[in-house]
Each structure stands twice: as structure tokens, then as C-alpha cells.
């Protein structure tokens, strides 16, 4: 390994060509997977530094602060980066459920064939 990135303890973010880095949500209690996001400097910035987290919306293309309008928060306990830096793994605390539809997790389907059922 010669890139420091990849084994040295200098933050160094590899941001996609859209200037956004993959971002994986669990829950700290139960380890649940809760949802995936992007972030962009700015939002990776703003979760550092507000405790908070806040991504990239695509769609809005803006910032976008998890539960601003919601009430449902995911208050950061740990953020760590893989080994190249190009996603993070946000360690939450919820305050209520993480996706938009009201379920806990984004995650609540299972793919069964050509058919999707809910997960157990």
C-alpha cells in the first residue's frame, strides 16, 4: 500500500465526479441499517460540526438536514470512513423513523424474484 489515503490518519475524502461520497446510516443501539445517503463536503462538514446528520439531496440538489421538517433526527455518535475514503458510516441515534414512508429503516422490503415482500 503506498497511498497514504488508504492506511495513513489524514481525512482525505475521495468524492465521486459529482462531488459526493456514499454515506451508510445505522442505528447505534440495535446496529439496524437505516437508510443511505450522499454527502457532499459541505454536508460532511455540517455533520461534524452540528452533531446532527445532513446530507445531499439529488433530487433538491441541496443541503439537506435529516428531519428539518420531520422532527426525526439522527444524532450522530460515531462517524468513520473506509479504507479509501470514499464512503462514510454514520453511528446514530434516532429520534423516530428513518425514512420518509414512516418505517424504522429504508430497508423494509425484501427482494423474493420479481416480487418484493416486507422483512421480517
Known sequence: MTDSRDTGLVLDPR???AGLITAVVTDRVSGDLLMVAHMNADALAATQAGGEAVFWSRSRQALWK???TSGNILKVADIRIDCDQDAV????DPAGPACH?????????RIE????????
Open 101 to 109: 414512508t414512516g418505517a424504522t429503516s429504508c430497508f423494509f422490503r
Open 66 to 68: 435529516k428531519g428539518e
Open 89 to 92: 458510516w454514520l453511528i446514530v
Open 113 to 120: 424474484g420479481d416480487s418484493l415482500v416486507p422483512a421480517a
Open 15 to 17: 468524492y465521486d465526479s
